[in-house]
């Protein structure tokens, strides 16, 4: 389950069956768009019935991260991560990221760029 609060606009969640979708809009009653050009409530979905996606050495290459040749660590600029949860910017040492849509709201956070596909 995922609330609502750990959401933005392009972050990458699963739906249902393994199907993953982009956040293309946020409501103000706890749901998300995961369609273009969403028309009607009928193509948002309920937070808490939302999936994180775990966080996989495919996601990190599909992000541009490059793995090192030594060890098992990923990096991209100044960010570096070893599966699965830890994750180094510059000079602090962070961890608990397990899921796509929070690598991708870290990385924002701190490099102001974003992840893309």
């Not at 609502?4 to 069956?17: A, Q």
């Not at 749901?31 to 193509?43: A, G, L, M, R």
């Not at 939302?50 to 050495?57: D, G, R, S, V």
Request: proline share 3%.
């Amino acid at each position: 389950m995922i609330q609502s609060n750990e959401l933005r606009i392009g972050n990458w969640i699963n739906l249902y069956d393994n199907f993953n979708s982009q956040v293309t809009g946020l409501t103000n009653t706890k749901k998300v768009w995961c369609v273009k050009n969403p028309i009607d409530e009928k193509c948002a979905w309920f937070t808490n019935n939302l999936n994180a996606i775990p966080l996989t050495e495919e996601w990190l290459i599909d992000f541009g991260f490059k793995k090192d040749k030594i060890d098992s660590t990923y990096y991209k600029d100044d960010f570096e991560i070893c599966l699965p949860n830890f994750v180094r910017w510059k000079e602090s040492h962070l961890s608990g990221i397990r899921n796509v849509h929070q690598l991708q709201n870290l990385y924002f956070a701190l490099t102001r760029k974003e992840l893309t596909l």
